[in-house]
């Protein structure tokens, strides 16, 4: 508790602030069992068992408990026990355990190491339960009797009355502390002297106590016998049949459903006052049988306090008294109750005693109790402790019902809930709550916890998409693929538990999630793979029908793709067009793509051209009237230009005409792949300047002296018909050739005849002959 001295006051606010984040975090659990203000029955070692059971919000592993008296010295508290580790159906049962006192219940659950559900029962107690029969005297009968409530909050009773008679079934949370005029059910009318009683006996003990009340005012001892008999009886005052086996059929349901649950101390017993007409014997024998007859109903020695009661009209009825007392001495188990004839006697009405007047005739009623429920009682009564809650046992069968069981067995079973009863020990539901009623083979009722079905089924579906698409080709399988959750397993219904699937075949698909009872969730989304047939087989052509080009051109290649599938090419462009400025080495091939990742046949190859460019030839002049391009390359052709304007095509010589800067390029033929020609030209020379030699025209013989056995002739306009012969400087002739038309300069080889020296060279055309001295080195 928290004393707001000094710094405590600081750590007080922290704890409340703390507590309330807690309580922000986590969900409040549902209290079934103990009822509040509930009170289970110690035995004489002051030690009790209080029976516990409800429901969570979230799953959680374990639930655990502890008791905090209500107040300081009411009671032991406990530290945290673990009462359930097996939840099932977000249901828990259990139990927990201390000494007679006035307590508040904690309960909390965890998952892992995290608290998720927390729940309360602010007053629940371990002490002493007493059940009242009889006739007025014990039900409370009269007006302005100035009945006195309890003043300790520890006095409880059952505010639950009925004036009709009891079904099997009676509330088993109907629990208030006793006030003046509050009813304790199932028939008491006012506190009468049981709240005063109450509070003598819990100053005395130190541990609450609770009343049940089961009188009827103005029964006789017959009326009591006979139904508990099953037999018709007769009020003796108002000559009306009890109904529905009343007045023993209230007393009976107390004990087989309240103290069973709750456990029992003693019937206390105030009546005789109608039976001034019953002999001694016949009050005697009624009295045990009655006693017997609970006993039989119970399978227990209920202990009895019987009071010595017999005062009808302010007159004592001694034979009733001495059959009381005989009873008391030679029943086990019964006990002496008080003697309450001279109590406020002559009392107001004759018969029914009250707190009005000069005499406070309740209140020493309550004083008389007390004296007779002594230390000789409590110690050699033997109080019956509540029996245990049975525990519903839930699992899923194959059709996804809830199986519910009781594991024990016993002479009968209803199930609430399940519109009806049955002794069946296992039962198949859907939806709703279930608890078990079970019967013992005395006839006591035995309680469960209650199963919430809805709650035991995993809460949500999950939600199933496609990895990729929906729809696939034929031949391919469509991915789905499901979410997780935590402690829930998954289940398709194709049999699967994998968190993907594949499936090539086009029907429906959903999930399940599936927890550890085998109950599945509601069914996920559906989805229905579909399967389409590929794009045909695509058809390629060149654009502009041009298959080949020179190095730095392109060539285009185009797909046909009226339905803008997707394109992938060998060379992995995606476009419909695809430019190559180089020869592809494999060709040119593509697939086209379906939207659903379905490929249709590869294409044909084709094979686009790009032709290397012929290799830049060397410009040099080759003589005093030309020009030479050299190249390795074995060109088609070769193109001039003067002054970078184009001159004419010719083959390696040009005659030129002009002074200036000459330029030149490579003119090659290719064959494209479908049969073509493809011309390609080489980049350009390098720049050579030409200028005419003014001294030299006509016929030229170059070079001399001539160093590799090669001369050449030229001549600055075209002559036809030229004839040489090459003489040695004594006369004798060594070659003899023809050049026909010389213009461009014309190679002599003189390899063969090589020799060293000086030769003469005679040049004839038309009617012309020239003569040249040439030297050999």
Not at 177 to 184: C, S
């Amino acid at each position: 508790m928290c004393k707001f001295k000094n710094t405590k006051i600081i750590s007080c606010l922290i704890l409340f602030l703390g507590l309330s984040s807690f309580l922000k975090l986590t969900a409040q659990l549902s209290v079934v069992y103990p009822a509040e203000r509930s009170v289970f029955q110690r035995d004489n070692s002051n030690r009790g068992i209080i029976s516990i059971s409800g429901n969570l919000v979230n799953n959680a592993d374990k639930v655990e408990a502890r008791l905090i008296p209500v107040v300081f010295g009411q009671g032991t508290g406990t530290d945290w026990i673990t009462i359930d580790s097996q939840i099932e159906g977000f249901s828990f049962t259990g139990k927990i355990e201390s000494t007679g006192g006035w307590y508040t219940l904690e309960i909390r659950s965890f998952k892992g190491i995290q608290v998720v559900d927390i729940g309360t029962v602010q007053k629940v107690g371990i002490g002493e339960v007493f059940v009242i029969a009889g006739q007025s005297n014990a039900q409370g009968f009269g007006n302005n009797i100035n009945a006195v409530g309890a003043s300790d909050d520890r006095v409880n009773g059952y505010n639950y009355y009925n004036n009709q008679f009891l079904n099997e079934s009676v509330p088993m949370d109907k629990f208030t502390k006793i006030q003046a005029n509050d009813f304790i059910g199932p028939r008491g009318l006012t506190a009468w002297c049981w709240g005063e009683l109450g509070d003598k006996l819990v100053k005395r003990l130190n541990v609450p106590v609770m009343f049940y009340n089961a009188a009827t005012e103005g029964s006789s001892l017959e009326n009591w016998v006979s139904s508990a008999a099953g037999r018709p009886t007769v009020h003796p005052y108002t000559g009306q049949q009890f109904q529905g086996g009343t007045p023993y059929s209230n007393l009976r349901i107390v004990l087989q459903n309240l103290s069973s649950l709750y456990g029992v101390r003693a019937v206390l017993w105030h009546q005789g006052e109608a039976d001034s007409f019953t002999s001694e014997s016949s009050y005697f024998d009624g009295l045990k049988t009655l006693i017997a007859e609970t006993r039989k109903n119970t399978g227990k020695n209920i202990n009895w306090v019987v009071a010595k009661a017999s005062l009808n009209a302010n007159q004592v009825f001694a034979h009733i008294i001495k059959a009381q007392n005989a009873v008391i001495n030679t029943t086990q188990l019964v006990f002496d109750g008080p003697a309450t004839d001279g109590i406020q006697f002559p009392r107001p009405d004759g018969v029914h005693f009250s707190n009005s007047g000069s005499v406070n005739g309740l209140s020493i009623l309550a004083d008389s109790w007390d004296q007779s429920l002594n230390t000789f009682f409590f110690t050699n009564s033997t109080p019956f402790k509540g029996t245990e809650l049975n525990e519903i046992k839930f699992k899923c069968d194959v059709n996804n019902l809830a199986v519910l069981r009781l594991d024990k067995s016993f002479a009968s079973i209803r199930w609430d809930g399940n519109n009806g009863s049955t002794s069946a020990s296992t039962i198949q539901v859907n939806q709703g709550d279930y608890s078990a009623v079970a019967r013992d083979a005395a006839g006591n009722y035995i309680f469960s916890n209650v199963m919430k079905v809805r709650d035991a089924y995993p809460r949500f579906a999950p939600t199933i998409t496609p990895a990729i698409s929906i729809t696939a080709c034929i031949g391919k399988t469509v991915e789905l693929k499901a979410n997780t959750v935590a402690d829930l397993s998954l289940v398709w219904n194709t049999g699967e538990t994998s968190t993907s699937i594949n499936s090539g075949e086009s029907k429906a698909f959903y999930a399940n999630f599936k927890n550890t009872f085998d109950c599945l969730s509601p069914n996920s989304n559906q989805l229905t793979p579909q399967f389409v047939n590929p794009p045909s087989k695509p058809n390629l052509e060149f654009v502009n029908n041009k298959n080949a080009d020179c190095e730095g051109g392109k060539v285009e290649v185009r797909v046909n793709n009226p339905f803008n599938f997707g394109v992938q090419w060998n060379t992995g462009e995606t476009t419909n067009t695809v430019a190559y400025t180089s020869t592809p080495p494999a060709g040119s091939f593509v697939t086209l793509y379906s939207n659903f990742d379905c490929p249709s046949p590869v294409s044909n190859t084709v094979k686009p051209l790009i032709q290397i460019l012929p290799a830049t030839p060397t410009l040099v002049q080759s003589g005093p009237y030309s020009m030479e391009a050299i190249s390795n390359d074995d060109p088609n052709q070769f193109e001039w230009y003067l002054e970078n304007k184009f001159l004419k095509v010719e083959q390696k010589d040009l005659m030129v005409t002009q002074n200036g800067y000459y330029k030149v390029n490579s003119v090659k033929n290719f064959t494209t792949p479908t049969g073509g020609t493809l011309t390609c030209k080489s980049k350009f020379s390098s720049i050579v300047s030409y200028t005419k030699n003014s001294a030299i025209s006509g016929l030229s013989v170059y070079p001399n002296p001539v160093v590799d056995g090669t001369f050449k002739l030229t001549s600055d306009t075209e002559i036809k018909n030229v004839n040489i012969q090459l003489y040695t400087s004594d006369g004798q002739l060594v070659l003899t050739s023809s050049v026909g038309t010389l213009l461009a300069p014309v190679p002599i080889h003189l390899n063969e005849h090589r020799t060293g020296g000086k030769f003469i060279l005679s040049v004839g055309y038309g009617n012309t002959k020239k003569t040249y001295n040439l030297i050999f080195e």
